[in-house]
């Protein structure tokens, strides 16, 4: 009776594990195509998760390399809301619904994602999701969208410019932003891919991502995914700089519409960048006015009114600082906004081969010199350390591994590793004569004598001379290049963000957020494997 029941917990653990790893490619495959369905997918995945990590006395949270920093941001993100001028039930709620749902993506996927194999079925679902984003995007670009009905391009400067599509994403900004992240992913993994058909797979990937991306006509999406492809290739391998090349040229050739949108980027001819540049001085005020606790989160909207030093319109509505770096430090204040981008640039040091210690002392280095050049400044770090230092650690523990009850145990029927079977020359038996079985008994395995037969696998059969293009083989990688592939691609995607902010605050919409959380839980989970943790 005993053994059933273990049998039936076992069956039990195993099925909660099955069901968070299918929240989290829910999630992977739904946050650019319904956001409402990607939400609801990470609230079963935790609580999947979470009745999976009481009922498995086995189960051990781990800590990733920047839970400090994540626990410091959500506190004080969460502090800034309470301390807001325009606190309100509207402004608690945003809160708890985006940040909480950006947390518990952290959490899950960190928590969950272990092995190459769960790591390949979360690119999978991105890929698929990718692809209906992509062909909906096609779609509309044939069929038609007229930008000036929707306010996203000036017909002044761009007289003939029709068409800026968005596909599943609202806006021609944000869905160009999610495309370049997509372009990263897949050049980090073409730079590891050994087979042919991998490669014009990936090849073929990314020129249709471009190719979405330029009927976006986004100009800061361009130059950012240009300056990622022109510093791997000085820095790697030139082969990429010639592969966008070719596809600019390939698309400019096409349209003429879109290279001239992307030279006015250097000429100020858009009212767009006017308007930029006075919110940016807008928001600078901001965090003069309110450097410790910011404006609170999601407050932008309402406290912008105060600093509507450009735009006189009171009708229109203007809901985040267009830099993520300014709306930031606007909304969570300096310290707040300094943990979000240690935890941000230090999952792209290490998504690019850094150690975690080595991009932790580098980060420490330039916030060290912003911190000590204000007394303020030292004072709150000193608070913080003191009272904050240990908190990620408790927060680990609340749900860990909980004591196994005694008395004797009944035995994982697993497999046994060879070092742990203990043999007496009185138990030992030659394989049989066909080599492939043997019988043994008395086997001391733990303290505990138990019989057993090893069973000699075969030789693994010669591998078949390919032809120059194996199609069969396409998803078939190696663990170690895959991963590699995956880390360099998440670095590259966390340093296309980082370009981007710099126009246009992209992680101000929920998809890009929750994307960005997924891929530096997924950065974290993916350098502890390569650690071998």
Not at 7 to 13: M, Y
Not at 84 to 100: E, F, M, Q, T
Not at 120 to 147: P, T
Not at 499 to 518: E, V
Request: proline content about 3%; overall charge neutral; hydrophobic content about 50%.
């Amino acid at each position: 009776m005993d053994r059933i029941s273990v049998f039936a917990r076992r069956r039990r653990i195993k099925n909660l594990e099955d069901w968070t790893l299918y929240a989290i490619l829910t999630e992977a495959f739904f946050l650019a195509l319904s956001p409402a369905v990607a939400s609801t997918a990470v609230v079963f995945g935790v609580i999947t998760w979470f009745l999976r990590s009481r009922i498995d006395s086995h189960y051990k949270m781990r800590s990733l390399p920047f839970d400090v920093p994540v626990t410091i941001f959500l506190l004080i993100g969460a502090l800034s809301v309470f301390l807001s001028s325009a606190r309100s039930l509207g402004l608690i709620y945003n809160y708890c619904l985006l940040v909480g749902t950006y947390a518990l993506t952290y959490l899950i996927v960190g928590q969950t994602i272990r092995t190459p194999a769960q790591v390949k079925k979360v690119a999978q679902a991105l890929g698929a999701s990718a692809v209906l984003v992509v062909l909906w995007g096609f779609f509309q670009f044939v069929f038609g969208v007229d930008a000036a009905d929707v306010k996203w391009t000036d017909p002044e400067a761009f007289p003939e410019l029709r068409k800026r599509i968005f596909s599943t994403l609202e806006n021609p900004n944000v869905l160009a932003g999610y495309l370049d992240v997509m372009i990263c992913l897949a050049l980090g993994l073409l730079t590891k891919a050994e087979r042919r058909a991998q490669k014009i797979i990936l090849i073929v990937a990314i020129v249709l991502l471009a190719a979405c991306l330029a009927m976006t006509y986004s100009r800061g999406a361009f130059i950012a995914i240009a300056v990622v492809f022109a510093v791997y290739g000085v820095l790697k391998d030139w082969r990429v700089i010639i592969l966008f090349a070719a596809v600019t040229a390939l698309i400019s050739y096409s349209d003429t519409n879109f290279i001239n949108r992307i030279l006015s980027a250097f000429t100020m001819s858009d009212s767009s960048e006017g308007v930029r540049v006075g919110i940016w001085v807008s928001t600078s005020a901001m965090i003069s006015d309110h450097p410790f606790a910011g404006i609170g989160w999601g407050a932008y909207q309402y406290v912008y009114p105060q600093y509507n030093y450009y735009v006189a319109d009171p009708n229109i509505v203007i809901y985040h600082a267009h830099n993520i770096y300014l709306n930031y430090a606007a909304e969570v204040g300096i310290v707040g906004a300094l943990a979000f981008f240690w935890y941000f640039f230090g999952t792209m040091f290490v998504s690019f081969g850094v150690s975690e210690r080595g991009a932790q002392m580098w980060f420490n280095e330039h916030i060290g010199k912003i911190i000590s050049s204000s007394e303020f400044l030292q004072e709150l770090t000193a608070l913080i350390n003191e009272k904050l230092a240990n908190f990620s650690e408790i927060f680990l523990d609340l749900f860990g591994k909980k004591k196994s009850p005694t008395g004797k145990k009944v035995r994982r029927a697993d497999v046994i590793h060879h070092e742990d079977m203990n043999f007496s020359e009185h138990t030992r038996e030659k394989f049989s004569e066909e080599g492939s079985v043997a019988s043994v008994e008395n086997i001391s395995v733990g303290g505990e004598n138990i019989s057993a037969k090893i069973i000699k696998l075969p030789d693994a059969p010669e591998e078949k001379s390919s032809s120059p293009v194996e199609w069969s083989d396409v998803t078939k990688i190696d663990d170690e290049k895959f991963l590699e592939g995956m880390r360099l691609g998440i670095g590259l995607a966390f340093l296309s963000m980082a370009l981007n902010g710099f126009t246009d605050d992209l992680l101000f919409n929920i998809p890009s957020s929750m994307l960005m959380w997924l891929l530096g839980a997924l950065a974290a989970a993916i350098n502890l494997m390569r650690n071998r943790e």
